[in-house]
């Protein structure tokens, strides 16, 4: 924990800032990855090679091969990346499978009638990999029992409809070396074989609707963050549809110009975009990490939570995050203002980023689930968090001894005195869950004082002592501190109501703090509140002018223990916060 005080502090902080990142090697080992890559390289290899020395002749251009190669290295190569960035998702199993059942055809080259059958068999993996693809990325898991379903239904399909029309097939072929034997052939009749593949191709079309729609939905239902991310797939999916919409149907139906067209290169060019996609959005993140390490340089030399929560919902697009702190007193981590956050839920829509210290919780971030697509960024996240947490418990402890940059109010200020009411009581009833209650209720005051320009001068016991340049923010940050406790659910459901006392007037600061009359004035008007009641001195309302913010009732002349002549005082009233009142304790003067 860092508690330091005066310049040293400023300086520690400030050097801390230069190295906000912390970065996370890949968890996958490199070996595994060169393995897969060169063997990747290789089947490209004697891809490119096997169509003109095999002994089955292709009619597949040399400019088409060449993109399809390509495309598919490409595809390689993203899923090397995914793999390498995190390992445990499937995402990157899907993208190397996509890659290596696109040369399946690689096996027909092979001089035997099991390899030839075995492709025939097995030429539609590829395009149902790819469907599962879309539809898992970018999590790599499927989101319902429905599109598990339909994937299932998918690789049966492609593997199916080939398996019925070979049980009928017999082609022709003119051989020089071998004349490849279809082994699944049951009854040669290939007018049966041919209006099988018509009808099974128009089922494709269908399927592809299907993966649309539900690629759509996942884009609709997607937060801003997660419509990043599946950016990729949905600037490749219309591409896919088309060619399986149009290529299955075309090839069934013998219209050559259609299939023709979906296998020339420039269309075959379309394979490239979602891997192309993929690694855009991992040098994306990789800039938006890099972001967030910057916004801790931006928030200055002592960046606050408030802030901090602030930059990060710009810099990550995430409007919804919330920066949140750990709260011994409620046993929960609290957002700025002071409730209870419940954690996650089960869609696995938002995601948790916890800071710890000394193996116990003292922060953490809710933000979109999307963020984490980089493995390193929650972690930079961290960093940024611990270094604003630090500054916030630096910034209180300087402020108590009066040595932030630009000091404590000078000239007029407003005091703000606050103490718990029943205190001895709650300590009786909450034994050793009252020192976090206490410690939660100094930590909400500081954080209040932030919010309205105003100072922290000094907490202890159960007592907080602020100051404020003006009367206005006095006013504001006394109801907001009201507030903020009531609605603070508690240990053992306590009941914890701060009587608070404000004056304003002309102390003198010393190097030890604020002296004069004025401060034992507010401590005084303080000590005649009840618990959940602000009572303010006339000074205080004449300073503050007229507001619709708050009401205020005179409540009569008073004369307050230690100070010889009576003072007016007057409740200052919020909607929602308590009142009815009894008269202040102190002597009425009539």
Not at 253 to 270: C, K
Request: charged share 15%; hydrophobic share 50%.
């Amino acid at each position: 924990m860092l508690v330091m005080s005066g310049d040293a502090g400023r300086e520690r902080v400030a050097d801390s800032l230069v190295v906000p990142v912390v970065i996370t090697r890949p968890r996958a080992g490199w070996r595994r990855v060169v393995v897969v890559g060169c063997l990747g390289l290789g089947t490209a290899g004697i891809g490119f090679v096997a169509p003109w020395v095999g002994p089955v002749h292709t009619d597949l251009g040399w400019l088409s091969l060449v993109v399809t190669i390509l495309a598919g290295l490409t595809m390689l190569g993203a899923g090397l990346i995914a793999w390498l960035r995190q390992p445990a998702n499937a995402i990157w199993r899907l993208m190397v499978a996509s890659y290596f059942a696109g040369f399946i055809w690689e096996v027909a080259f092979i001089p035997a009638s099991v390899f030839w059958t075995l492709t025939l068999l097995l030429v539609n993996l590829g395009d149902a990999i790819f469907a599962h693809l879309l539809l898992a990325f970018p999590s790599g898991r499927l989101r319902s029992s429905g599109e598990r379903l339909l994937v299932a239904f998918i690789y049966a399909y492609a593997v199916g409809t080939p398996l019925l029309q070979m049980l009928f097939s017999k082609p022709v072929y003119v051989c020089t070396v071998y004349c490849p034997q279809n082994l699944l052939l049951v009854w040669p009749n290939n007018q049966v074989a041919d209006t099988l593949g018509r009808l099974t191709g128009l089922g494709v079309p269908l399927l592809a609707a299907l993966v649309a729609i539900l690629v759509w939905r996942h884009w609709r239902r997607a937060s801003a963050p997660a419509r990043r991310v599946l950016q990729p797939v949905v600037i490749a999916l219309p591409f896919a549809f088309v060619s399986a919409s149009l290529g299955y149907p075309a090839d069934s139906l013998g219209i050559d110009i259609i299939s023709n067209l979906v296998r020339s290169p420039v269309w075959l060019l379309t394979a490239f975009i979602l891997p192309v996609a993929f690694v855009l959005g991992v040098l994306r993140l990789r800039a938006t990490r890099a972001a967030v390490a910057s916004a801790v340089l931006e928030l200055g030399a002592l960046p606050t939570l408030t802030r901090l929560q602030a930059v990060l919902r710009i810099r990550l697009g995430d409007p919804k995050l919330e920066v949140l702190r750990w709260s011994e007193a409620q046993a929960a981590f609290i957002d700025q203002d002071g409730r209870a956050t419940s954690p996650p839920a089960d869609d696995g829509a938002e995601a948790l980023t916890i800071l710890e210290r000394n193996g116990k919780p003292t922060a953490a971030v809710l933000h979109d689930a999307a963020i984490s697509d980089e493995p390193s960024l929650p972690d930079t996240i961290r960093a940024a968090v611990t270094i604003a947490l630090d500054a916030t418990e630096l910034r209180d402890e300087l402020r108590a001894r009066g040595g932030q940059a630009g000091g404590l109010p000078t000239g007029e200020v407003t005091f703000l005195f606050g103490d718990i009411q029943g205190s001895t009581s709650l300590l009786e009833s909450l034994g050793s869950q009252y020192a976090g209650l206490l410690a939660e209720v100094r930590r909400v005051a500081s954080e209040v004082a932030e919010q309205h320009s105003g100072r922290l001068v000094d907490a202890s016991g159960d007592e907080v002592f602020l100051a404020f340049q003006g009367a206005r923010d006095a006013v504001s940050a006394a109801v907001e501190l009201t507030r903020r406790l009531a609605e603070t659910t508690w240990p053992g459901d306590a009941l914890v109501r701060v009587r608070i006392g404000l004056h304003t007037g002309s102390p003198e600061l010393t190097g030890s703090g604020y002296v004069g009359l004025d401060v034992h004035r507010a401590a005084r008007i303080m000590a005649a509140a009840h618990g959940g009641q602000i009572i303010a001195s006339a000074a205080v309302i004449s300073a503050l002018g007229p507001t619709n913010a708050v009401a205020v009732r005179p409540l009569g002349r008073y004369v307050l223990r230690g100070i010889r002549e009576p003072v007016a005082l007057f409740g200052i009233e919020a909607q929602g916060l308590p009142g009815g009142f009894p008269a202040p304790r102190a002597e009425l003067v009539n």
